[in-house]
């Protein structure tokens, strides 16, 4: 893809709404103009399992919110008024029927949810465990399979068994904002995949990225990525937080480099989200975790941390300031976001209920909400 | 025949613990109802026409695990979400 040179947005001035998707519903933070004091609503959909709640930019009050319950079956609700009434997709994602004596696959949760590009209004992509991708034409109210994607004659073996324990997840779908066939996605296990026509056909794009957990060296897919993203402002750059480290990769060439190599070797660089920052491509935030013998997922010796790198991966800086000396949460892979203010506010949930803030960057944090239920994702919507 | 609807599915049946249902089979009767209350099968109904690992059906307090199983005026359809502990 060419790039275009591209204007830096000016700093959001708004309210800042934090949209959280729990395993017992979906909960909307709601900060005044300085993001000091903090609102939290009421449940929304309280007792289903929300995994993930996002704003339609282009229109700034549609959300759309991917759903089940214990009992029963994934769905998406949407919201055309910012929350106030919902209503649920007539035709929500769903596998096709397979043929008589097949075996067909079964959605069993929808993970992820990505508005589509800014010049196809009503456009959402889904991302689904097992692993599939869905694509909406209208705002969410009904859901097609990405035929080129999940009938693709290697789908199977890319998505390696479906085995992993907590379910496959097809996530972190990236639209390059200088077309709409651009896209990238992430599949947990499988590896980064891209389209160049809109879907019809995918590649793997690991190279450089390591897959311990494999005998093959080197494999052309099978990875794990935990959260990738395309900046915006240089979208021939994408970062990714790995099962395997933190890496960058630019455009053509298709290289992932380990920029986690340079984090402090007793913290690691493992971990599940990577949050980009608004104007700055050289500016990513991690949240590592502990990724040695059974894999706690919780923060390296129990002490809970961001790091920051502000060139694109050659140094980090830890910042910790206002979290606990020793907590066990994890963050995961959809549970930090950043907004667009300036400076710009950074936001995590953890699996023990808390919402954190920070309001510089990340050079102080404090917690506006607790006692949630089990956070599975953070997003942010400019107001 | 009647249909006794579980609290987590009432959402779609207006608040109604009990539906009237036609059919000769239990995927008739579920399909029926759905065109009264659209998205309902889906949720305890997979897209390859399997009954939802925790949801349990009894036609006249006999377990049934397939859509095929017939049905006839005057049955009583159960539709439990099956108590299986819980986090």
């Keep these: 893809m060419k790039t275009k ?3 830096i947005p000016k700093p959001a001035a708004g309210v800042v709404a934090v ?5 017992k519903g979906a909960f909307i933070l709601r900060g005044d103009k300085a993001r000091r004091a903090w609102e939290l609503s009421k449940p929304i959909f309280l007792g289903h399992i929300v995994h993930h709640l996002v704003l339609d930019p282009r229109d700034g009050r549609t959300l759309v919110l991917a759903a089940r319950t214990g009992h029963l079956g994934p769905t998406v609700f949407r919201s055309t008024d910012f929350g106030k009434t919902w209503k649920e997709a007539e035709r929500p994602p769903a596998f096709p029927k397979a043929a008589e004596g097949e075996k067909g ?3 069993d949760h929808v993970f992820w949810l990505t508005p589509g590009h800014v010049s196809q209004p009503g456009v959402w992509y889904a991302g689904s465990s097992p692993q599939g991708l869905f694509r909406s034409e209208d705002g969410g109210r009904t859901w097609e399979g ?3 994607f999940n009938d693709h004659p290697m789908r199977s073996a890319w998505a390696g068994g479906e085995a992993t324990p907590d379910g496959p997840k097809l996530h972190s779908v990236n639209i390059d904002p200088r077309g709409p066939n651009h896209i990238y996605i992430g599949m947990s296990g499988g590896g980064v995949f891209e389209s160049v026509d809109g879907g019809r056909d995918w590649k793997p794009l690991n190279k450089g990225c390591a ?6 060296p080197d494999p052309e897919y099978g990875h794990d990525p935990h959260c990738v993203l395309l900046h915006p402002l240089m979208p021939d750059r994408l970062y990714q937080q790995n099962h395997c480290g933190i890496y960058r990769m630019e455009r053509p060439e298709g290289q992932w480099i380990r920029i986690g190599r340079n984090m402090p070797k007793r913290v690691g660089d493992i971990g599940f989200p990577i949050v980009l920052h608004p ?3 050289d500016t990513v935030w991690v949240f590592p975790m502990d990724g040695t013998e059974v894999w706690p997922r919780t923060s390296p010796d129990g002490k809970p941390a961001c790091y920051v790198t502000r060139n694109a991966g050659k140094t980090w800086r830890r910042l910790d300031k206002g979290f606990p000396r020793r907590a066990w949460f994890t963050v995961k892979r959809q549970a930090m976001a950043s907004d667009a203010h300036q400076p710009v506010g950074l936001y995590l949930g953890t699996t023990n209920g808390e919402v954190w803030v920070s309001r510089n960057e990340g050079a102080s944090w404090t917690c506006p909400a607790r006692h949630l239920p089990e956070i599975y994702s953070v997003e942010v919507a400019e107001l | 025949m009647v249909v006794h609807i579980p609290t987590p599915l009432r959402s779609y049946t207006d608040k109604q613990s009990v539906v009237e249902a036609g059919g000769r089979t239990l995927g008739e009767a579920l399909a029926r109802i759905d ?3 659209p998205g309902f099968r889906f949720r305890i109904i997979d897209e390859q026409d399997g009954i939802r690992e925790h949801i349990k059906i009894f036609i006249n307090e006999k377990p049934v695990r397939d859509l095929s199983a017939p049905t006839e005026p005057g049955d009583t359809i159960h539709i439990i979400c099956a108590l299986s502990g819980g986090v």
């Design chain 1, 5 to 7: 040179s591209v204007t």
């Design chain 1, 19 to 23: 949209l959280i998707g729990t395993r």
């Design chain 1, 105 to 107: 696959l079964v959605l």
């Design chain 1, 146 to 148: 990405v035929s080129g």
């Design chain 1, 211 to 216: 897959a311990d957990f494999v005998p093959t």
């Design chain 1, 279 to 281: 104007r700055d491509p």
């Design chain 2, 35 to 37: 065109q009264d209350y």
